[in-house]
């Protein structure tokens, strides 16, 4: 479970104690005590007439950096720690708590020389640092940058048109400034048609990435998916950790993250944010896939579900509502109640009879961790990136003049143009370059835009399929037949189906499970509408609806009996006709960010 929000226990341990003046001095020093979990300020001077001691817990801050004020003489060092604690918003909605960026520096000045300074400095940043990212450390570890891996290096995939179209902005707004602080070095690709992210991580050199990060829906992150299982060497590939940042209008994967972590269920940008904390953090937990194969014999991999019937009809004909969001399902799910569609068909599986034994595997990931490889980019067409300057980081320097008052601003701010602003400094000519790109789409770079594989000889690999018998054989005589009028069949291997349909609440991201849930004919409209809206809190199994089954299964198959329909694999619509997949346990890995596992290493 998530280790930052344990109990104390030997997360109360102190590692670091110090006493510094905070910056902009205002005479005012603070005691500060850095356990596992959290980082204690307490004001020590002027005496307070009352408690004033902050926690920052850790789990809300994304990164620290040290500093150096500009005037020779002046022998201090700094370190800034930089945190999206929940605070009460002014306006109440929802919970009334939303997460606010808060940067507070410390002066570190008790030696004589800068370097004793700039020592000390470093060690409370490589401290704070290496508790971000899960790397294990007590009050008896040598505390220095050498524990550090190098800074991370992602490619992030952008779909400029996901969701409401506004990926781009919330990447300029949230996700770059938060990624910056957390010193992970990015490449930024905007895609610019479908099946483009696919095509591009088949011809990547994957030595040079940590991971692959998909800022758009769930759409992206299956191109992505799919694009990797197509090369040669699949089996390494699809071991790259992949995120996803939510900008889509279908956030199930980002929904099922957040949720993982224990956070509260939110949308838009908050989701947004809290995705790009946890993407700071850097764990990994491995992730199930599941193989489905269609009539027509292609198979593709997934990582949500395989829907048909009520929900990928909804899904689907939602699509023309695409500018209202995530609020395009609530829509289309009101617009199909009135003509509630029943299917006939015929749905086997082979139920997981150990499933109540089943045990999630714990494994350890192992990273590159030769920060001192060369490292050579393959040139991107359309994209940004910051690499060339994450050396530059630690050395930093600012002018005394120029520091923020704080609190600084929250995500939804533009961030603060100064020149010290580490964030801003990439930023500023980035959003210059992407606006640009998007008036004006330069030439193709062949060596990018060029599928590795054209799309009609495309050729999926992956582990066989032993469960499976070809769909034109019947299945084996160990699964399960139920043939009847279906409203919906639902084949889902995450919590959440959306960012707030909680759909699923027993499932975990390498449970091996495939959770197939059917709701059959004969239900009435009103309480087919309680189940949708109990979905939103997770509750409709508790309503025991007789038409409602879950079942554990590790494979199914649909066969459709009525002519027309629609069905989708990962809300991505595919072929009609009869269809089956099986779960391949841990096969993929996904970027959570507070997991079970913890990278110690990149
Ligand atoms: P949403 O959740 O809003 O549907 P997705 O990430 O699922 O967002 O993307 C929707 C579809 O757009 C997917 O089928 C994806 O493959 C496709 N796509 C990705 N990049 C582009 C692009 N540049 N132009 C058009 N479609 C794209
Ligand atoms: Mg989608």
Known sequence: MNVFLGACGEGCETLLHGEFEAYPPKGTRYALSLTQTELHIQRLVPKPDMDHRTVMRLIDVVGCHTMRSPTITNQSAFFRVYAYPLKKRKVVVGSGRARQRVAKTFQVDSAECYEDNLQMAEKWAAAIKCLVLGIAISSETEISRSLLPRPRRLLLLLNPFGGKGNGLQWCQSHILPMITEADVSFNLVQTERQNHARELVQSISLAEWDGIVAISGDGLLYEVVNGLMERPDWEEAIKMPLGILPCGSGNAVAASINFSAGFEQVLGQELLTNCTLLLCHGAVSPLDLVSVTTSSGSRTFSFLSVAWGFISDVDIESEKYRHMGSARFTLGTLIRLASMTTYRGRLSYLPALDCAAHRPILRSITMATNGSLPFQHVPLHRTVSDMALCEERHNFCFREAELPEEPAPSPSSPPSSSAFHRSSFSFEG?????????????????????????????????????????????????????????????????????????????????????????????????????????????????????????????????????????????????????????????????LTGIGRVKVTAF
């Open 430 to 590: 980035l959003s210059e370059e992407l606006l640009a790109d998007s008036e004006d789409p330069p030439e193709a770079d062949p060596a990018v835009a060029a599928p590795a594989v054209s799309p009609s000889v495309r050729q999926m690999h992956g582990p066989p399929d032993d469960f499976l018998t070809p769909l034109d054989q019947p299945v084996p005589k160990s699964w399960v037949t139920v043939e009847d009028d279906f409203v919906l069949v639902l084949a889902i291997y995450q919590t959440h189906l959306g960012a707030d349909l909680f759909t699923s609440p027993f499932a975990c991201f390498d449970d091996g499970l495939i959770h197939l849930a059917y709701v059959k004919a004969g239900i009435s409209r009103a309480s087919l509408i309680r189940l949708f809206l109990a979905m939103e809190k997770g509750t409709h199994y508790q309503q025991e609806c007789p038409h409602l089954t879950h079942i554990p299964v590790r494979a199914f198959r649909i066969e459709p009996l009525t002519r027309k329909g629609i069905l989708t694999i990962d809300g991505e619509r595919v072929e009609y006709g009869p269809i089956q997949g099986q779960v391949h346990p841990g096969l993929a890995n996904l």
